[in-house]
């Protein structure tokens, strides 16, 4: 009988690309893979793997064992999820991936709230790129992630993921210093901007934007970390776009201006099936929803968390 936890190597393999990655997934070193996979080819009496230059590739056999290992995994997962179907009260960890603007403001209520109604919960909070975050959910690096699309970009989808809507968070012009009193596009034309970097769906939507209200911005400050921009802004030191969860944290010297359309980008949890009925995920994302419905509930005006969530 072929080994689980081998399967589940040769899984990581053909998931991460190289042997080191498989590795750095599972917590092995990279000999100890390479030689789990050849005990494994032993125990298959075939070969599963082929060298292609320097690197090493599936073989046609097993590019099909991976395929029956994700199977076999998958039926595992809901075994033990079953087991703790039944355990009544939601304990163990709970990995979580988040970007930042929804770790500074919905993570830390969310988990204190958390710690009052299911203290044996225990949640480990990683900051990561929402793209890169829902691939490594997906590949099991994590349980939940907290993920955004913007409009006209769609996050991907991948199988066997199941998705929450969260909350709707509106996108605003900010500004400060001489370009306090601007309340359109139009108007910061010629002031310099801060945007974030090239290729990810809220720099082409800032830029998009502008080249709709007829300019070129000139982005004198790129960084993916937004309060930087919001530093930049309050300072008088350039303009942007920021989401709601960022705008709303600001303080007198940031003003956030509607857009004409108004534009929002959608903010969803997301979680393999198996995990996202999971008695301790459900927990995480209850709280997590609570403290959205909070936060717009603390703004004047747009849809509620909880209508969002209802209308999606």
């Not at 079953?82 to 993570?107: I, K």
């Not at 034309?189 to 801060?194: G, I, L, N, R």
């Not at 776009?241 to 108004?262: D, E, K, N, Q, V």
């Amino acid at each position: 009988m072929l080994d689980l936890t081998r399967l589940a190597m040769l899984r990581e393999f053909d998931r991460r690309g190289t042997v080191a990655g498989a590795a750095e997934a599972m917590g092995y070193t990279p000999s100890a893979v390479s030689q789990q996979l050849t005990a494994l080819e032993r125990e298959a009496g075939v070969a599963l793997t082929t060298r292609a230059g320097r690197r090493l590739r599936l073989t046609p056999a097993g590019t099909r064992l991976v395929l029956r290992a994700d199977e076999l995994l998958k039926v595992m997962e809901h075994a033990e999820a079953e087991l703790h179907a039944d355990e009544g009260t939601p304990s163990g960890t709970v990995r979580l991936a988040v970007f930042q603007s929804a770790a500074l403001t919905l993570v830390p209520p969310a988990l204190r709230s958390l710690a009052i109604s299911h203290p044996g919960v225990r949640v480990l909070v990683t900051q990561s790129e929402p793209g890169a975050a829902l691939a490594d959910t997906w590949a099991r690096d994590f349980d939940l992630v907290i993920a955004e699309e913007y409009p006209h970009h769609s996050a991907p989808h991948y199988p066997d993921m199941v998705r929450r809507p969260l909350m709707r968070d509106e996108i605003r012009l900010c500004v400060g210093g001489r370009w306090s009193e601007a309340t359109a596009l139009v108007e910061v034309a010629d002031a310099p901007w801060v945007m974030e970097p090239r290729g990810t769906a809220t720099r082409h939507f800032a830029e998009q934007a502008c080249r709709l209200s007829g300019f070129e911005p000139d982005v004198r400050f790129e960084s993916a970390d937004l309060q930087a921009h919001a530093a930049y802004i309050e300072a008088g030191l350039a303009v942007g776009l920021l989401p709601g969860l960022m705008w709303s944290r600001g303080t007198a010297a940031l003003a956030a201006r509607a857009l004409a359309p108004a534009a929002h980008r959608a903010v969803f949890t997301a979680a393999r099936a198996v995990s996202a009925a999971d008695p301790s995920v459900l927990a995480v994302t209850g709280a997590l929803e609570q403290a959205a419905d909070a936060v717009e509930a603390a703004r004047p005006h747009g849809l509620t968390a909880e209508a969002s969530r209802s209308q999606g």
